[in-house]
């Protein structure tokens, strides 16, 4: 259920939202709402409609991914203070990797269509939205980039890796 | 006075497994047990008789002169040479050799290490000294990164420094299956969760280089000056007495003006591909 009374307070206590106004925080708000999810609780999985974006406040989320005849693997983990959900932004509007609870964790969960409306009325609202998501992405490219290059493995396999075209 | 480039014999007393490529070899000089001084950060030339030496850090206590500890992942001929060693053989030593991790530079400070796979082994002795020395230092922070969660180097170390409260241990892997229950992501990921004081902090970074450019970059942002910063740097060296010119580095030369190096003073060379 969406509670709109209080989110704007709570949405002003996550780092995503530093420096926001806090007439453009309460707009968002109205698309707002707390979830918890309990330790392994799947957030959503993959090829799921992508209905809605994440705010950790409390606890720790592993991005996961599975294929058939492979162990599933943890992408990354995330945690408090940290967002995830970029799907919402990019049709077909599906979740491309599961998201699973790692412990207890608290979330505020924005809601897609709500938030979707909100920055097509407002667009100076999406690119104070955009400001704060670009920057995590960027950023999250980035660690994955570094995270392929296997810098720990053996010399060697890096190396007979990377001759591999 | 000892000539450098004689290895003094030492005798192997022990031979820890620590990782399925990685091992801890325990040493005392082989005519009796005779102290041997050292400065966390420094290395040896350990000499596998008949195959060659490498460079490797000493990852022991330097409060405790009596046996000479070194942790060696096997990559290539001579390391792989250095897993055969067992209780009672002997090995070559030079050394110790290089500039030193900045301690008492650091006293007063929040001291912050970021480190990743083998190189927690170089900043083994900088942690024992600041933990035996704990009231000289303000928060202190260890981050460590591993390929996998089996590639963890002193695990159960780590995990005893985690539970005191004056220590702040965050570790984190690239890669995991879904029963890890720790972080998964790369080292730089940790700096921002962590609670120091970027304008009166310490860090020491020892790693691969290009994990110790993105670390850096990290504690940047952070507002990590590069005065602050001090990087081991781990090129090939031969003589490690500055003698042969193999580890120069633009001006300097790893084996004596390093390995480890305030950033700000390499800063403009450390993108340097090949020396
Ligand atoms: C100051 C210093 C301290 C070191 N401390 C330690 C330590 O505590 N523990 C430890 O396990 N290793 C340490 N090393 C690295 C170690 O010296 C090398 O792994 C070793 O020299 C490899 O020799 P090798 O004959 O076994 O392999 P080689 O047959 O010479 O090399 C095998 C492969 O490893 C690569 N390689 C070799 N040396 C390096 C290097 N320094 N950096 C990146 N790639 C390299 C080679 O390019 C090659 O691909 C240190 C190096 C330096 C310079
Ligand atoms: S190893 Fe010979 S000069 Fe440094």
């Not at chain 2, 004081?197 to 952070?222: H, K, Y």
């Amino acid at each position: 259920m969406v509670q709109i009374e209080g989110m704007g307070k709570e949405l002003a206590e996550h780092p995503f939202f530093d420096g926001m106004e806090s007439k453009d925080r309460e707009l968002l708000s109205g698309c707002a709402k707390n979830e918890v999810f309990d330790a392994d609780e799947y957030v959503f999985r993959e090829g799921e409609p992508a209905d809605k974006f994440y705010l950790i406040r409390h606890g720790t989320v592993a991005v996961e991914l599975h294929a058939p005849g492979h162990d599933p693997m943890v992408l990354e983990t995330l945690r408090k203070g940290d967002i995830f959900g970029w799907s919402w932004m990019v049709q077909p509007y599906t979740w491309t990797f599961d998201v699973r609870a790692v412990e207890l964790t608290r979330v505020i969960s924005l809601d897609a269509k709500c938030l979707r409306g909100k920055l097509e009325k407002d667009h100076s609202l999406g690119y104070e939205l955009f400001k704060r998501f670009i920057p995590v992405m960027a950023e999250r490219v980035g660690a994955a980039r570094l995270q392929l290059l296997d810098l720990y493995g053996q010399p060697a396999e890096r190396r007979s890796r990377s001759k591999k075209k | 006075m000892v000539d450098p480039m004689i290895p003094t014999p030492f005798k192997v007393t022990r031979v820890r497994r620590e990782l399925a490529d990685t091992f801890t070899l325990d040493l005392v000089p082989a005519e009796g047990r005779r102290p041997f001084a050292f400065q966390p950060g420094q290395f040896n030339m350990l000499y596998q008789f008949g195959i060659g030496e490498v460079p490797i850090s000493i990852s022991g206590d330097a409060a405790d002169g009596g046996v000479l500890v070194h942790t060696i992942r096997a990559v290539g001929g001579v390391s792989n040479a250095l897993t055969g060693l067992a209780a009672g053989d002997m090995v070559g030593v030079r050394g110790p050799f290089g500039s030193a991790w900045p301690m008492k530079e650091a006293e007063g400070a929040d001291v912050v290490i970021v480190t990743g796979g083998i190189g927690l082994a170089p900043l083994r002795p900088a942690i024992y000294h600041v933990l035996a020395n704990r009231k000289k230092y303000g928060r202190f922070i260890i981050l460590y990164g591993a390929r996998t969660p089996a590639d963890i180097l002193f695990r159960k170390e780590l995990e005893g420094w985690r539970s005191r409260i004056d220590t702040y241990v965050d570790v984190t892997v690239d890669a995991a299956g879904t029963e890890w229950q720790g972080n998964v992501g790369v080292v730089p990921k940790l700096i921002p969760r962590a609670d120091f004081d970027p304008a009166n902090a310490t860090v020491l970074v020892c790693g691969p280089e290009v994990m110790m450019r993105f670390t850096i970059q990290a504690l940047n942002q952070r507002g990590v000056g590069d005065d602050r910063i001090w990087v081991s740097m781990e090129r090939n060296m031969k003589c490690a007495v500055g003698f042969c010119g193999h580890c120069q580095f633009g001006p300097k030369f790893v084996c004596k003006d390093g390995p480890v190096f305030r950033f700000d003073t390499i800063r403009d060379i450390f993108q340097v591909r090949e020396i």
